[in-house]
């Protein structure tokens, strides 16, 4: 089953840059790379999700490997309301039009004043 | 606020009980899917349903069904509970149907099995 790696936890300054790292070396051609985050006593939220090419939004920005077998989630300026947990997830066809949802641990950012 | 409803917000039952979970997705929303999460396992789909139809299917015993209504709101039903199955089960909906996109989350229904 593919999957994905991510660190247990990171650390990162208010007003500072974050990267977010995420393995999935057995990543397939029609894989779609999803982050949500969930902050404290609450759902997920979507983050932002690409395929090949990288990828930006009003939250964050993906950064897709060449090959496709990594990505980084990057928060261009971290505030402590970004403190949360952040899954880098696949979308994984099994088929036709089924496909599975690949998880990853989640990697804990905490947020220094 | 995403827009999810989910009700109950907790529920506290004995193993061997059956019980029943309920989601009202996004005003407009056709899918709804089905999330459980627990300490040991993280955060796992279980199910998906699309205007109606099982879409996707993840992580779900036998133990557990859903299943969506005309009006989109959906049910998540969990039988022979055991200790293991106490969790936060989350319920998502989104416009799309086998892309998996921008997902929005209830709140969760967090159920304790004693």
């Known amino acids: 089953d593919a999957k994905t790696t991510q660190p247990n936890s990171m650390e990162s300054n208010e007003e500072e840059p974050v990267h977010l790292p995420c393995n999935h070396s057995?990543?397939?051609?029609?894989?779609?790379i999803h982050w949500y985050r969930q902050l404290p006593s609450q759902g997920p939220e979507y983050v932002i999700h690409g395929l090949t090419s990288n990828v930006n939004n009003r939250m964050a920005s993906l950064a897709i490997a060449e090959d496709r077998k990594s990505s980084t989630l990057i928060l261009h300026r971290a505030t402590l309301r970004d403190a949360a947990v952040y899954y880098c997830?696949?979308?994984?066809?099994?088929?036709?039009?089924?496909?599975?949802?690949?998880f990853g641990k989640g990697t804990l950012l905490t947020v220094n004043p | 606020d995403s827009g999810v409803t989910q009700t109950p917000k907790h529920l506290i039952t004995a193993t061997g009980q059956r019980v029943t979970l309920r989601c009202s997705p996004r005003?407009?929303?056709?899918?709804v899917y089905w999330y459980q999460q627990s300490l040991d396992q993280g955060l796992q789909f279980l199910i998906q349903?699309?205007?109606?139809?099982?879409?996707a299917k993840g992580n779900i015993l036998e133990r557990f069904s859903a299943q969506q209504f005309p009006d989109l709101h959906s049910e998540l039903n969990l039988s022979s509970l055991e200790l293991g199955d106490s969790a936060l089960y989350f319920c998502a909906s989104s416009s799309a149907g086998t892309s998996f996109g921008e997902q929005y989350f209830g709140p969760g229904t967090r159920l304790t099995v004693t």
């Open positions: 005003s407009g929303d056709l899918s």
């Open positions: 349903y699309y205007n109606g139809e099982e879409r």
């Open positions: 057995t990543i397939s051609g029609t894989d779609y």
């Open positions: 997830i696949l979308r994984v066809n099994s088929g036709g039009s089924n496909y599975k949802l690949t």
